[in-house]
C-alpha cells in the first residue's frame, strides 16, 4: 500500500458541497477587487512573504532585490495552487487561487500607484527601481493592469471551482 500526503477527497458529480465554499469566497472576491488599496490581515502574509523574497533574492545583484518580492509573493500561492491541482482537491484549489488572486491585485497595486502618492506602501518603491532598470517605465499601468485582470481571473476560476472539477 503506497503511503500518500495528499487530500483524497474530490468534488464528486452533482454535488453541491464545493459550491459553500464559493458562496463564502464571493463576497471577499468583491472585497478586494473593489478595495484593492486597502491593507487588510491577508496583506500581513503577503508581507511576510514580500520581505522573504527579498532577503531570499537579496544575495544576487541587480535588478533581482527588487523583484525577488513580488516574485516570492506570487510564487508561493501559484505552487499551492499547482500542489491542489495536481490532487483535484477543490476546498484547497479554491482557497489557494482565491489567495493567487489577492496577491496578484497586491502586487498590481505597487505599479498602479506611485511612490509619490504613496511613500510608504511596500513594494512601490521596488516596482519603480524594477522597471526603471529595465527601461520600461512607460508601461507601469499596463502592467498593473495585467496583473490585476490576471488577479481577477483567479478570483472568477476559484468561485467555478466545483463545476470545473465536477467534469
Do not use: K
Request: net charge positive; aromatic share 16%; charged share 10%.
Amino acid at each position: 500500500m503506497r503511503a500518500t500526503y495528499a487530500p483524497t477527497h474530490t468534488v464528486r458529480r452533482n454535488s453541491s458541497e464545493g459550491w459553500v465554499t464559493s458562496i463564502v469566497l464571493f463576497p471577499a472576491c468583491v472585497y478586494y477587487l473593489l478595495n484593492r488599496e486597502t491593507a487588510t490581515i491577508l496583506d500581513t502574509a503577503s508581507r511576510l512573504m514580500f520581505d522573504a523574497g527579498r532577503y531570499f533574492f537579496g544575495f544576487s545583484e541587480g535588478l533581482w532585490v527588487y523583484a525577488g518580492g513580488a516574485i516570492l509573493q506570487i510564487l508561493l500561492p501559484f505552487a499551492l495552487v499547482a500542489f491542489f491541482f495536481l490532487h483535484r482537491y477543490a476546498f484547497g484549489l479554491q482557497v489557494f487561487l482565491f489567495w493567487l488572486g489577492q496577491n496578484l491585485i497586491n502586487v498590481s497595486t505597487y505599479f498602479i500607484i506611485s511612490e509619490a502618492a504613496h511613500p510608504n506602501r511596500l513594494g512601490v518603491r521596488d516596482a519603480e527601481h524594477l522597471l526603471s532598470g529595465l527601461q520600461i517605465s512607460e508601461y507601469t499601468v499596463h502592467i498593473g493592469a495585467v496583473l490585476f485582470a490576471v488577479g481577477s481571473t483567479c478570483f472568477l476560476i476559484c468561485l467555478l471551482i466545483p463545476r470545473l472539477l465536477s467534469r
